[in-house]
């Protein structure tokens, strides 16, 4: 069974940064894509960034230029580095596995998820 834990999430002024990190345990597959979601209070989840294990990467309108994914192939680990940010990005980030390598941001195509990190930013 894949358990996904995310660490990394705080409070942090506007147009600051904040590194948000993803390790997995029980990864069986050979190829597969990682992302990162999040949902505010009394919103919808919505996709931030995908990463498959070849590499590709796809990223949400609102965070394009400003985050960045990436991962440790050895230590199954997907991180999120996200600068310049802004109060708008408040949210719980959760991290999501799919068990298939094509990029996706349709929340309902992951299979398995973290408990999240919360992200705060204050103007």
């Known amino acids: 069974q894949v358990e996904l834990v995310e660490s990394g999430g705080g409070s942090v002024q506007a147009g600051g940064s904040l590194r948000l990190s993803c390790a997995a345990f029980?990864?069986?597959?050979?190829?597969?894509?990682m992302a990162w979601f999040r949902q505010a209070p009394g919103k919808e989840r919505e996709a931030v960034a995908v990463?498959?294990?070849?590499?590709?990467?796809l990223y949400a309108d609102s965070v394009k230029g400003r985050f960045t994914i990436d991962k440790d192939v050895a230590e199954h680990t997907l991180y999120l580095q996200m600068n310049s940010l802004k109060p708008e990005d408040t949210a719980m980030y959760y991290c999501?596995?799919?068990?298939?390598?094509?990029?996706?941001?349709?929340?309902?195509?992951?299979?398995?998820w973290g408990q999240g990190t919360q992200v705060t930013v204050s103007s």
């Open positions: 999501a596995l799919r068990q298939w390598p094509d990029l996706t941001l349709d929340r309902w195509s992951y299979n398995f």
């Open positions: 029980g990864i069986t597959y050979n190829g597969y894509s």
């Open positions: 990463r498959s294990t070849g590499g590709s990467t």
